[in-house]
Nanobody
Framework: VQLVESGGGMVQPGGSLRLSCTAS????????MAWYRQASGKQRELVAA???????YYGDSVQGRFTISRDNRQNTVHLQMNSLKPEDTAVYYC??????????????WGQGTLVTVSS
């Protein structure tokens, strides 16, 4: 299973970007999907998550500005980012937890997409 991310780039403060991540491969059931980010010199942090059976999670720093959503038919997760700030600059990673046809519970990560917020 692979994750392909898209939508990163450079934007001015206050602008918006929409990240997308699509999973492909032998997936029986898609479970939790999430976005993490890692800024230069900092630890990777959870930005937003869509668990299967519990509430959507947002990090405190993005609450009210970012929205995570998913298209289950396409095994795709999106991250709509509004009111972007320079401190949102980071490499954004998509992750997915899924069950395969051997009933194994697995996790896969995307390659990352760079988001730069700068004037």
């Amino acid at each position: 299973v692979q994750l392909v991310e898209s939508g990163g780039g450079m934007v001015q403060p206050g602008g918006s970007l929409r990240l997308s991540c699509t999973a492909s491969g032998p997936i029986l059931r898609m479970n939790r999907m999430a976005w993490y980010r890692q800024a230069s010199g900092k630890q990777r942090e959870l930005v937003a998550a869509l668990p299967t059976y519990s509430e959507t999670y947002y990090g405190d720093s993005v609450q009210g500005r970012f929205t995570i959503s998913r298209d289950n038919r396409q095994n795709t997760v999106h991250l709509q980012m509004n009111s972007l700030k320079p401190e949102d600059t980071a490499v954004y990673y998509c992750t997915a937890e899924y069950s395969d046809f051997e009933y194994r519970y697995l996790e896969v990560w995307g390659q990352g997409t760079l988001v730069t917020v700068s004037s």
